[in-house]
């Protein structure tokens, strides 16, 4: 199992960014996908998930701001971020499973700076 | 939302010690299903985190036999027997019962 982010980067308040992350090694359209953060020295906050029928669920902190999606043919995980704020400034790691989480990947940096 | 109490926030031990790490929810974690979604998961220094037991106490793929989880309803226990140095980091405790999942602050095990 691998999953590997990218999209990260420097962004200004109130820009939008895309971010994917690139799943292999398993049957990716078998299973639900999660977007979780991790600000600069701090805990693990989640953003979203995204079930293998792409049903989706979102904390109330980025509903309405970001969205979650999945290209089953790609193997490939997506979350749009849009109207950023500087406390979106994180690592954001995708992550396997709905209730179990048993895989993540490296994490993408995402900093919201004017 | 669930919040989740992990104590403490850190442990320094000795190589061979062992340890045990708090979580308390401030809701039952026994999801409809009868199922309790509690996992531990544990972040080496610069490293994404992995998980080491889900629902309460089944223990990873590949996860060593040192780590045990216990616990039930609002109060759970990851124990680690004979620490090792790759056992350093950060643990986290996470319910995975209630959106939106939430998670402990993190207990950061170093050594002594």
């Known amino acids: 199992v691998q999953l590997v982010e990218s999209g990260g980067g420097l962004v200004q308040p109130g820009k939008s960014l895309k971010l994917s992350c690139s799943a292999s090694g398993f049957t990716f359209s078998s299973y639900g996908m999660h977007w979780i953060r991790q600000a600069p020295g701090k805990g693990l906050e989640w953003d979203a998930y995204?079930?293998?029928?792409?049903?989706?669920v979102y904390a109330d902190a980025v509903k309405g701001r970001f969205t979650i999606s999945r290209d089953n043919a790609k193997n490939t995980l997506y979350l749009q971020l849009n109207s950023l704020k500087s406390e979106d400034t994180a690592i954001y790691y995708c992550?396997?499973?709905?209730?179990?989480?048993?895989?993540w990947g490296q994490g993408v940096m995402v900093t919201v700076s004017s | 939302d669930v919040v989740m109490t992990q104590t403490p926030p850190s442990l320094s031990v000795a190589i061979g010690q062992s340890v045990s790490i708090s979580c308390k929810s401030s809701?039952?974690?026994?999801?409809?299903?009868?199922?309790?979604?509690l996992n531990w998961l544990l972040q080496n220094p610069g490293q994404s985190p992995k998980r080491l037991i889900y629902q309460v106490s089944n223990l990873g793929s590949g996860v060593p036999d040192r780590f045990s989880g216990t616990g039930s309803e609002k109060d759970f226990t990851l124990k680690i027997s004979r620490v090792e140095a790759e056992d350093l980091g950060v643990y986290h405790c996470?319910?995975?019962?209630?959106?939106?999942?939430?998670f402990g602050a993190g207990t950061k095990l170093e050594l002594k």
């Open positions: 809701q039952s974690l026994v999801h409809s299903d009868g199922k309790t979604y």
């Open positions: 992550a396997r499973g709905k209730t179990g989480v048993d895989y």
């Open positions: 995204i079930s293998s029928s792409s049903g989706t």
């Open positions: 996470v319910q995975a019962t209630h959106v939106p999942y939430t």
